[in-house]
Nanobody, 126 residues
Framework: QVQLVESGGGWVQAGGSLRLSCAASGRTFSSYRMAWFRQAPGKEREFVAAINRGGSSTSYATSAKGRFAISRDNAKSTVYLQMNSLEPEDTAVYYC???????????????????WGQGTQVTVSS
């Protein structure tokens, strides 16, 4: 089992940047592919970005492509989400998720992820 703790959320004006971090503890971090999801008020949780176990493969939601970048540091058991050119539509609670797997790729399916952090609020004002 792995425990996930997100940080780095906050308030930012449109066009600004934030960097989210998700620190993992417990099992071997490199055994998990990781992802970021978000949930805005009144909306369903949606996929943002994912990264495979080794960090060599990433995938993004259309809304995140070109603006967000997911990365990981297995030595620090941490995954990051760099968010640039933020828009009010990016306002949401952002969740880090982990899936222990033998597969080399990524997945955007939230059902695949067994472990979740508590979330960090990101608010983008216009």
């Amino acid at each position: 089992q792995v425990q996930l703790v997100e940080s780095g959320g906050g308030w930012v004006q449109a066009g600004g940047s934030l960097r989210l971090s998700c620190a993992a503890s417990g099992r071997t971090f490199s055994s998990y592919r990781m992802a970021w999801f978000r949930q805005a008020p009144g909306k369903e949780r949606e996929f943002v970005a994912a990264i495979n176990r080794g960090g060599s493969s990433t995938s993004y939601a259309t809304s995140a492509k070109g603006r967000f970048a997911i990365s990981r540091d297995n030595a620090k058991s941490t995954v990051y989400l760099q968010m640039n050119s933020l828009e009010p539509e990016d306002t949401a609670v952002y969740y880090c998720a982990a899936d222990e797997t033998v597969f080399a790729g990524t997945t955007s399916q939230y059902q695949k992820y067994d472990f979740w952090g508590q979330g960090t609020q990101v608010t983008v004002s216009s």
